[in-house]
T-cell receptor, first 115, second 114 residues
Framework: AQTVTQSQPEMSVQEAETVTLSCTYD???????LFWYKQPPSRQMILVIR??????QNATENRFSVNFQKAAKSFSLKISDSQLGDAAMYFC????????????FGTGTSLTVIP | KAGVTQTPRYLIKTRGQQVTLSCSPI?????VSWYQQTPGQGLQFLFE???????NKGNFPGRFSGRQFSNSRSEMNVSTLELGDSALYLC?????????????FGSGTRLTVV
């Protein structure tokens, strides 16, 4: 089974600063999708950003961007100009055609934003 | 457009009882997946339904079951509850047969088994 590893259980960042959350994954497939989800205290998982493995260009969504290194199987999330509302648990997730709709999630990184 | 709705939001049950959780996907979404979230195991896949058919099942005992109705609403059932079943149960829906663009999640049902 695919494994997704988030090695930083907790991170903190000053408001308006930049923070990078790390994620690595293990797979033998060449075509897959990677996601970052945010889970605030409201519990609802919210999609932050998505990356298709066949695309070399890193995905960007406003203040959120990824650094996708396919050979290294690394998928980090960069949050620029951090805001108080960014405080949440962040989960990295993997999905491929072979896994159908089953997502494999990392264990999460708890992000604290310091005013 | 309403999001994914899960009911109830909180539930307390006694060991040995059974429980049914409900999930209404976003209108038009026909694929519904369920995940169990615990502090120790993280998010683990339970099962997935599409057009009333179970398409995939995670590594959970037979006490965990589910179904999907013709209107795409889904229920999951846990029989003979154990203390270890205490968790946040998340439902997610997707428009396509495959969640290429990701899921939309509900806010979950917090189940506590005492």
């Amino acid at each position: 089974a695919q494994t997704v590893t988030q090695s930083q259980p907790e991170m903190s960042v000053q408001e308006a600063e930049t923070v990078t959350l790390s994620c690595t994954y293990d797979t033998s497939e060449s075509d897959y999708y990677l996601f970052w989800y945010k889970q605030p205290p409201s519990r609802q998982m919210i999609l932050v950003i998505r990356q298709e493995a066949y695309k070399q260009q890193n995905a960007t969504e406003n203040r959120f961007s990824v650094n996708f290194q396919k050979a290294a199987k690394s998928f980090s999330l960069k949050i620029s100009d951090s805001q108080l509302g960014d405080a949440a648990m962040y989960f990295c997730a993997y999905r491929s055609e072979n896994t159908g709709n089953q997502f494999y999630f990392g264990t999460g990184t708890s992000l604290t934003v310091i005013p | 457009k309403a999001g994914v709705t899960q009911t109830p939001r909180y539930l307390i049950k006694t060991r040995g009882q059974q429980v049914t959780l409900s999930c209404s996907p976003i209108s038009g979404h026909r694929s519904v997946s369920w995940y169990q979230q615990t502090p120790g195991q993280g998010l683990q896949f339970l099962f997935e339904y599409f057009s009333e058919t179970q398409r995939n099942k995670g590594n959970f005992p037979g006490r965990f079951s589910g179904r999907q109705f013709s209107n795409s609403r889904s229920e999951m059932n846990v029989s003979t509850l154990e203390l270890g079943d205490s968790a946040l149960y998340l439902c997610a829906s997707s428009l396509l047969l495959t969640a290429t663009y990701g899921y939309t999640f509900g806010s979950g049902t917090r189940l506590t088994v005492v």
